[in-house]
């Protein structure tokens, strides 16, 4: 074996997706294994969600050491850290990758990686595995001789999506990962992604792993995978789970035409931005069996949109909302709380403005800079760590000066409130706890 690949993500760990119980496969390793595989490297995974990470620790030990490619995101990091910490302790040589580490490159190389990716992955870790060394490899974080952490800039990209396989999903059991949603939910969900990266310029947004590129595959490829999706596992939904689904408004109908001329039609859910919404969009949509997409409108308050950097508008997000439903769409919607500068009048915005949207289901969280984005250099003199960098994540720094978590939740019930008396009830609780702040 040349290479082991795990994401470090264990179901078993995770109490809210326990109750959501919606799991995808790892799409991003799943295509490094394609990618490298086809490359001719012997490759093997350690799909974790099911699985447990004494197990992997087990396969560690028991050997023998190769190389181990780890993908690490913004929620995986303490895991992530003792599997490297004990994959370099049995002498696997560890490449650290996604979207957490090349924002703490040094702390990800002092817990045991050799090197981390930093961008996407497929052609650093090709050139790895040929023993280039890591100095003459675009896009890594290496510690030199002298001690020194040391970057060889931005990563190369692949430039044709099509001339590369689609992921891996032989290699694990998606048969898994479909019975886990038809026992909750009696529908079955497979995911996939059309196109790489997002080009826009929201300032919480990390854009750690693609940049800001966006770079798709053809129609006819699309339609080639889904094909073999539906006759190789025969899921109940997709999830097509590209940032911007419709952002290419030619290639959408190209895409659709494709369909069609196939005779195919699996239902499936998206995202996109308002401002990338038309009437023909929605209906074209709808024709392809869509029947939710989700929009991230995060305020309802134009001034936190501007703030955010969003370049949309909250009246670009109503008349979306409003031609997908005509089509009979359903709406999901993403708002995001305490974003630096939001006062009470913004939170009465965004309550008018779902008011506004009747969207079928919306999801609110609290921001959370993330190491690397312009919304964390702008409050960065503010953050407190909850603990030891180790044993959490970005999600759980604190801002100094920001309304308690407690003012928060009574924002999420303005937000849910039916009727009179639940508004008023929330809204003093909001009173209440408004001159709560974080230390």
Request: charged share 25%.
């Amino acid at each position: 074996m040349d290479l082991l690949l795990t994401h470090a993500y264990f179901l078993e760990q995770d109490p809210k997706e326990l109750q959501i119980m919606k799991p995808y496969a790892p799409l991003g390793i799943l295509y490094l294994s394609s990618f490298l595989r086809a490359k001719g490297f012997d490759v093997e995974i350690y799909d974790s969600t099911f699985r447990t990470r004494d197990g992997l620790l087990r396969m560690l030990e028991q050997g023998p050491p190769a190389t181990l490619g780890i993908y690490v995101n913004l929620t995986t990091r303490p895991h992530a850290l003792a599997i490297i910490e004990r994959a370099a302790a049995c002498g696997w040589r560890v490449i650290a990758g996604g979207p957490e580490p090349s924002n703490y490159p040094a702390e990800y190389l002092a817990a045991g990686a050799a090197v981390v990716v930093s961008g996407e992955g497929e052609l650093a870790l090709e050139a790895l595995l040929h023993a280039v060394p890591p100095e003459r490899v675009p896009g890594v974080w290496f510690r030199a001789e002298a001690g020194q952490v040391v970057n060889t800039g931005p990563a190369a990209q692949l430039e044709d999506l099509d001339a590369q396989p689609w992921p891996d999903r032989e290699r694990i059991d998606i048969p898994q990962y479909l019975r886990a949603w038809r026992e909750r939910h009696g529908t079955g969900s497979v995911s996939l992604i059309t196109a790489r990266g997002c080009p826009y310029h929201c300032r919480w947004c990390s854009h750690s792993t693609f940049g800001k590129s966006h770079r798709r595959r053809s129609p006819l490829g699309v339609v080639d995978e889904i094909e073999w999706i539906r006759q190789r596992y025969q899921p109940d939904m997709l999830w097509l789970a590209d940032d911007v689904f419709t952002i290419h408004h030619g290639w959408l109908e190209r895409f659709a035409a494709e369909m069609k001329r196939r005779g195919l039609r699996l239902p499936f859910e998206c995202i996109t931005r308002a401002d990338r919404m038309t009437s023909r969009v929605a209906g074209v949509l709808a024709e392809l069996g869509c029947f939710r997409v989700w929009i991230g409108s995060e305020s309802g308050s134009q001034r936190i949109l501007d703030a955010m950097d969003r370049g949309v508008t909250v009246q670009e997000v109503r008349t979306a909302v409003e031609q997908l439903k005509h089509h009979g769409i359903q709406t999901g919607m993403f708002f995001m709380w305490g974003y630096e500068g939001e006062e009470l009048s913004d939170i009465e915005a965004t309550h008018q403005h779902v008011k506004a949207c009747r969207p079928d289901v919306f999801l609110t969280t609290v921001s959370y800079p993330i190491k690397g984005t312009p919304y964390y250099e702008q409050v960065a003199p503010k953050l407190i760590s909850l603990g030891e960098w180790r044993g959490v994540t970005d999600r759980d720094i604190q801002i100094r000066g920001r309304h308690s978590r407690r003012y928060y939740q009574a924002a999420d019930q303005l937000l849910r409130s039916q009727t009179a008396e639940q508004e008023t009830s929330a809204r003093a609780l909001l009173a209440e706890a408004s001159s709560e702040v974080e230390a």
